[in-house]
């Protein structure tokens, strides 16, 4: 169980923070560049939707699972931020406090910081069934697929760590966020590993995932909606295929 939670740890919670250190950086670039980031953060979405929905339905036909799980999990994962977003935004008539820099951050800021926290928690229920494969993987026993899964997995949650900062980099930030957010996203990798260790369960796979693919979704509209200025339409088209581009390529190696 020990064993199967470091390659978790080696998959999911290490390669994320490997991709939100280049956020001091993303912080100097101009205002088109970091247009491209946010851009290049929906991209990583739209690709990581359309795996945890291939991933789900499919888990969705096994024995132990029911299409009708899936549709409850979709549900939940995107009615749950919405109902997040709607409490945040009547609280939002005042200029917000963020407990956790202890400064005042103007509305625009902290919307672009919560929408970084919603990417976060996507990318953690993802990351939540990408542990339960390799956890399964460990415990039957094959061990070059789980070798396989855990580089293909380290390689792609570094570039989805990336895509959490690209909200972050337009707002004033200090170094407890990062931190937090790089937790939320990469270490339901470890809970996984140890579950699928454990006890793997289709019905498991099925839900997570559903609940990934809906708040994936919300977030997705979200970055749409803040990337949508027509001056911008050229960059936030290439940011968004970059991407879709560059999450392609590392998944291949998790196939």
Do not use: C
Request: aromatic share 8%.
């Amino acid at each position: 169980m020990l064993y199967a939670g470091f390659l978790g740890l080696v998959a999911g919670l290490v390669p994320v923070y490997i991709g939100l250190a280049p956020l001091w950086i993303f912080k100097r670039l101009s205002l088109g560049w970091r247009t491209a980031l946010v851009s290049f953060s929906a991209g990583i979405l739209l690709f990581l939707l359309a795996d945890v929905t291939h991933e789900g339905v499919e888990l969705s036909q096994e024995v132990g699972s029911t299409p009708a799980l899936f549709a409850v999990g979709l549900a939940l994962g995107l009615l749950g931020p919405v109902a997040i977003s709607h409490v945040r935004r009547r609280k939002l008539t005042v200029p917000n406090q963020d407990p956790l820099a202890g400064e005042v951050l103007p509305p625009i800021a902290s919307a672009k910081l919560f929408t970084a926290q919603m990417i976060a928690l996507g990318i953690g229920l993802h990351n939540l069934g990408e542990g339960l494969a390799i956890g399964a993987a460990y415990a039957g026993g094959v061990f070059g697929l789980t070798n396989l899964l855990v580089i293909g997995f380290a390689l792609h949650n570094s570039t989805e760590g990336m895509g959490i900062s690209g909200p972050m980099a337009a707002s004033k930030t200090g170094v407890r966020q990062p931190l937090i957010l790089g937790f939320v996203a990469g270490s339901p990798t470890i809970l996984g590993s140890v579950i699928g260790s454990q006890a793997y369960s289709p019905a498991l796979g099925t839900l997570f995932f559903a609940v990934a693919a809906g708040a994936l979704l919300y977030v997705i509209i979200e970055l749409i909606r803040v990337t949508s200025s027509p001056e911008w339409s050229k960059t936030t088209f290439v940011g968004i295929l970059v991407g879709v581009l560059l999450m392609f390529a590392t998944g291949l190696l998790v196939r």
